[in-house]
């Protein structure tokens, strides 16, 4: 099974960047879809964007579509997540995930990393 490292949380003012790293180990990092999802104090996991196996495809949140930019290196077992105007309502910790399923399949995301905590200043 995949095991997964987040990194790159902080805190960022409204308005700014922060790019969140992922890195996966195991057997086979190329088999798996890939996904970020984050969960806010207080209320449930949220989807944010999901990347296919060889990357070509991808799928967002309704909520940070044309901000967030999710891209992943499979000769480095590693997903990205380039998030651009941030706001503070983006504010939450965010958790790296694999799946063997389909990238746009939520259910089937079933390996998770520990999480990074994103903390967007007003």
């Known amino acids: 099974q995949v095991q997964l490292v987040e990194s790159g949380g902080g805190l960022v003012q409204a308005g700014g960047s922060l790019r969140l790293s992922c890195q996966a180990s195991g057997p086979s990092f190329s088999t798996y879809s890939m996904g970020w999802f984050r969960q806010a104090p207080g209320k449930e996991r949220e989807f944010v964007a999901g990347?296919?196996?060889?990357?070509?495809?991808?799928i967002y949140g309704d909520s940070v579509k044309g901000r967030f930019t999710i891209s992943r290196d499979n000769a480095k077992n590693t997903v990205a997540l380039q998030m651009n105007s941030l706001k503070p309502e983006d504010t939450a910790v965010y958790y790296c995930a694999a799946s063997l399923g389909s990238y746009s399949s939520l259910r089937e995301y079933r390996s998770w990393g520990q999480g990074t905590l994103v903390t967007v200043s007003s």
């Open positions: 990347i296919s196996r060889r990357g070509v495809l991808s």
